[in-house]
């Protein structure tokens, strides 16, 4: 299995975790809609950190990661305009 592959298998089983304890402990406290809206924002960070480590992964020695542009592309996946603000 290549690294990427491993990464993303990774990703699965912990937030398939994570998802359960949710919905075993804290879900039935909460409003369906609001529910789902976190279940949303925990699948899209947790994709998101399993790019960033594949990307990191593929960086050759000495070279590093654009932070600036790592930051952008989160603002666009997160529907946000460059000052932060929700579009």
């Not at 075993?24 to 899209?44: S, W």
């Amino acid at each position: 299995m290549d690294k990427q592959a491993f990464v993303h298998k990774r990703k699965k089983r912990y937030m398939a975790v994570v998802l359960s304890d949710f919905e075993t402990n804290v879900q039935p406290h909460l409003p369906p809609d609001v529910a789902e809206a976190f279940k949303g924002i925990v699948r899209q960070k947790m994709h998101a950190l399993a790019l960033d480590a594949c990307e990191v992964m593929s960086l050759a020695p000495g070279e590093e990661i654009n932070g600036h542009a790592v930051d952008l592309r989160d603002q666009v996946q997160n529907g946000h305009n460059h000052r932060g603000v929700t579009a």
